[in-house]
């Protein structure tokens, strides 16, 4: 800054910058602007304190980043979170039981190398979670917390409690098809026969 | 025709033609010292951080082509009154009337920082934070609602039912307190 700016200029560029000035008035201080030097650098300064104060309220405030979407949004995407990590864990318990089923004592099949199937499991369950990034949720949007511990309880014993005994919980028909019929044949045989030596 | 050469005249020599501009090299220079101060002066004036860039491009452009007809002791206010004019010629351009730009020029820079730039203004952002706890509780409600959460001093005089001149006095003086911390060299 070339010299101080006077108090009373200073509180001229920071009405200025709030948009607080009425329009008369404004249109004199831009007036001004084209040949007072020590206008310019006030309001430039107003500006630039006015970035610093919002940076430091920001980041004193509890609640920093405003969510958009109400309550009502957070606690569906976070029902859909839920049942999104339920399918993935089911995936990826599936998975383990496969390896498991395939990795006999007498080692006929190393599942570390087909990574036809490596491969199948980690697309599937790649897009089971990329489900969870499509509803725009960031990751403390998704943390867990009490109110979701309650939810998450009521979605159980709905899923649970069903008229039709046959089933624990609904999984999508698409995801049931997907893994049905992509299973390679090498998989299908080992389905049909764990101790099948290739 | 002869050519100069053939009538014994010298060629311009291309040194003589780099006189006429500024060398890149100091522009640079002026950049790092007042590009800051410039941008935010234009953002005050055109509140849109894409069209403050703008017009801090076509000044520094300005500033090499014709900058060298400036004195070395107004170079600043040069470079001022060059960016005043280029915003001026924006906001015509873009028929930016006064009732748009009734918005808070610090939440419109949308500009993106260098690395080192972003230490710097850490130490600032602290010192006024630090200003900010410090400040009265009434005088920091004010600036956070005004500055913060954007809203006017008629609106922050109505929710907090007090006259407008003390809502006015109190962000005055919070701002005199917030300033002299944020010209604090560190």
Same mark, same amino acid.
């Given at each position: ?24 008035? =404004? ?8 040949? /007072? ?8 300064? *107003? ?9 430091? $309220? ?13 309550? %009502?949004?957070?606690?569906? #995407? ?5 049942? *999104? ?12 039981? %496969?390896?498991?089923?395939?990795? %006999? ?17 980690? +697309? ?12 725009? !949720?960031?990751?403390?949007?998704? *943390?867990?917390?009490?109110? /979701? !511990? ?7 014993? $709905? ?10 919980? +609904? ?5 049931? #098809? =997907?893994?049905? +019929? ?6 299908? /045989?080992?389905?049909?026969?764990? +101790?099948?030596?290739? | ?12 020599? &291309? ?59 107004? @170079? ?74 954007? &809203?006017?001093?008629?609106? @922050? ?22 300033? &002299? ?6």
């Amino acid at each position: 800054m070339s010299k101080p700016i006077s108090e009373e200029l200073s509180w001229q560029a920071f009405l200025y910058a709030c948009g607080e000035m009425p329009p008369e008035d =404004a249109e004199a201080f831009e007036e001004s602007l084209a040949v /007072d030097q020590a206008a310019r650098e006030a309001l430039a300064h *107003a500006v630039l304190v006015g970035q610093a104060v919002t940076t430091a $309220a920001a980041a004193t405030d509890p609640i920093a980043v405003p969510v958009t979407g109400g309550p %009502q949004r957070r606690s569906l #995407a976070r029902s859909a979170a839920l049942v *999104a990590g339920l399918l993935l864990a089911f995936g990826v318990g599936w998975v383990v039981s %496969q390896s498991w089923n395939v990795a %006999q004592p007498d080692g006929s099949v190393d599942i570390a190398d087909d990574s036809s199937v490596t491969d199948f499991d980690a +697309n599937q369950l790649i897009s089971l979670w990329g489900n969870v990034g499509l509803l725009g !949720e960031t990751e403390s949007d998704l *943390a867990w917390g009490d109110e /979701d !511990e309650q939810e998450s309880q009521s979605i159980l014993a $709905a899923g649970l409690v069903d008229d039709d005994s046959t089933t624990e919980f +609904n999984v999508p028909a698409w995801m049931l #098809a =997907a893994v049905e +019929n992509n299973l390679p044949p090498e998989m299908e /045989d080992d389905m049909r026969n764990p +101790n099948r030596i290739p | 025709m002869t050519t100069p050469e053939e009538a014994g005249q010298d060629l311009p020599d &291309k040194g003589q033609i780099a006189q006429d501009r500024i060398d890149p090299a100091v522009v640079a220079t002026l950049y790092i010292e007042y590009g800051e101060e410039l941008k935010a002066f234009l953002i005050g004036l055109l509140r849109n951080g894409d069209l403050a860039g703008e017009a801090l491009q076509a000044t520094f452009t300005k500033a090499v082509e014709v900058g060298h007809t400036a004195r070395q002791e107004t @170079i600043k206010g040069w470079l001022f009154r060059v960016a005043y004019n280029e915003a001026m010629a924006i906001r015509r351009r873009q028929k930016i009337h006064w009732k748009s730009i009734q918005k808070l020029a610090w939440s419109q820079s949308g500009s993106t920082e260098a690395p080192e730039e972003n230490v710097t203004r850490w130490e600032t952002v602290s010192r006024v934070r630090t200003a900010l706890d410090t400040l009265p509780a009434n005088q920091q409600r004010v600036v956070r609602m005004r500055i913060y959460e954007e &809203k006017t001093f008629a609106v @922050i005089a109505e929710e907090l039912d007090l006259p407008l001149g003390t809502v006015l006095t109190r962000m005055r003086l919070a701002l005199q307190k917030l300033e &002299k911390q944020f010209d604090q060299k560190s």
